[in-house]
């Protein structure tokens, strides 16, 4: 027998009493008397439940964790092999030859632009100015505001940032939907760096 504030109970009755005890935390939980939608964890051949808007249980949520950074990783060091490094010179090869204006394509050949790029590089210490990732395969080194729009800054230290492959994709996606809208030229034309930072993040989740 068991003192509980309910008196002496029995051992079924303490048992059913630990029950209700858990029940009534559950409840206070969840803020209403439904009970709690569960289902099995997502990891293949696990057979814990969990509540049903979480995917995976404590132990196989950090090795999902785990995995995916092992996966980013992976990306990484592909980028760093001799096949990634011919690829991105192909991709940029055509990139010259068929999307970008021979204007300037012209300019990105000039002794005046390798050379502010080059300390822009240095400057920004070969990091990318978005997600902090290094750039040691190819300097990109990106106008915030693009070079058709904003001819006048074309040489300004402080419309140049260095970007990662990823990041300067999906700015120069981003600057091609912008640029579609009615007053898309405004907004590119104005854009800060600290914007760009947070809209090209958010891509990231």
């Keep these: 027998m068991r003192h ?11 048992y059913c009493y630990h029950d209700l005890e858990r029940w009534l935390a559950d409840k206070k939980k969840r803020g209403n008397g439904y009970p709690m939608m569960m289902k099995h964890c997502n990891w293949g051949g696990c057979n814990k439940v969990v509540p049903k808007d979480q995917s995976f249980c404590d132990k196989h949520e950090a090795m999902n964790e785990q995995r995916k ?6 990306l990484n060091h592909r980028g760093q092999t001799s096949i990634g490094r011919q690829v991105r010179k192909d991709h940029q090869a055509y990139y ?4 970008r ?5 012209t300019f990105y050949h000039t002794k005046q632009w390798r050379n502010v790029r080059d300390y822009v590089y240095a400057r920004d210490m070969a990091t990318c100015q978005v997600c902090g990732n290094a750039v040691t395969n190819r300097k990109i080194v990106d106008h915030i505001h693009p070079l058709k729009i904003s001819g006048e800054e074309r040489l ?35 854009a800060k760096r600290e ?10 989740k």
């Excluded at 950074?69 to 992976?74: I, R």
């Excluded at 010259?96 to 999307?99: C, E």
């Design 4 to 14: 509980t504030e309910y008196g002496y109970v029995s051992p079924v009755e303490d």
């Design 69 to 74: 950074a092992d996966y980013k990783a992976s």
């Design 96 to 99: 010259n030859r068929v999307r």
């Design 101 to 105: 204006d021979k204007e300037a394509n």
């Design 156 to 190: 300004s230290q402080d419309n140049l940032w260095t970007l990662c492959y990823r990041c300067h994709n999906i700015k120069t996606n981003l600057e091609m939907n912008i640029a579609a809208k009615d007053n898309g030229n405004a907004i590119l034309k104005h």
């Design 195 to 204: 914007w760009w930072q947070k809209i090209i993040s958010e891509r990231f």
